[in-house]
T-cell receptor
């Protein structure tokens, strides 16, 4: 079945460092891919999305490119801030539009001043 | 514009009891999904409601049931609570036909079963 695998955390970075969080997926067809962020004590917020191969999603300085050849959707940011500290989830929505989001296990990011 | 509203925010129940969680979707959305998020894990899909019917269901037992009302709001019911049901329950809304735009999530209901 469909699945999403994220790099294990926690990831600890200094402010202004470069961020990469790896995400790979297994799915038939052409799923849509998402990154969600969860701040402490809150629900999930959509960070960015991509709906087809080679699409690049971007928001708030974060970027991710839908790579079908490597079945990946890695999250990157050039310069992280303390306020980026949160848990990041990669997710896919199957191309059959079943409506079911499949999430990875989440990666905790901690940014130190 | 209010997003997704869930109530209550926190709840403590005893094993064997029943619980009802409530969700109001974002204005303009007609589809509601429920997810269970155990501590340190990613959310797991429970079911999705559209036009007052369960459209899809995840791998959860029949103890988990739901309902959607004509105003698109929804309830999640869990019977015969187990300790393992302790989790954050998230409601997500979307517009049918625009699911690829992504879902809007509420802040969740933290359920503790003792």
């Amino acid at each position: 079945g469909d699945s999403v695998t994220q790099m294990e955390g926690p990831v600890t970075l200094s402010e202004e460092a470069f961020l990469t969080i790896n995400c790979t997926y297994t799915a038939t067809g052409y799923p849509s891919l998402f990154w969600y962020v969860q701040y402490p004590g809150e629900g999930l917020q959509l960070l960015l999305k991509a709906t087809k191969a080679d699409d690049k999603g971007s928001n708030k300085g974060f970027e991710a490119t839908y790579r079908k050849e490597t079945t990946s959707f890695h999250l990157e940011k050039g310069s992280v801030q303390v306020s980026d500290s949160a848990v990041y989830f990669c997710a896919l929505l199957h191309s059959g539009n079943t409506g079911k989001l499949i999430f990875g296990q989440g990666t905790t990011l901690q940014v130190k001043p | 514009d209010a997003g997704v509203t869930q109530s209550p925010t926190h709840l403590i129940k005893t094993r064997g009891q029943q619980v009802t969680l409530r969700c109001s979707p974002k204005s303009g959305h007609d589809t509601v999904s429920w997810y269970q998020q155990a501590l340190g894990q990613g959310p797991q899909f429970i079911f999705q409601y559209y036009e007052e019917e369960e459209r899809q269901r995840g791998n959860f037992p029949d103890r988990f049931s739901g309902h959607q009302f004509p105003n698109y709001s929804s309830e999640l019911n869990v019977n015969a609570l187990l300790l393992g049901d302790s989790a954050l329950y998230l409601c997500a809304s979307s517009l049918s036909g625009r699911l690829r735009d992504g879902y809007t999530f509420g802040s969740g209901t933290r359920l503790t079963v003792v």
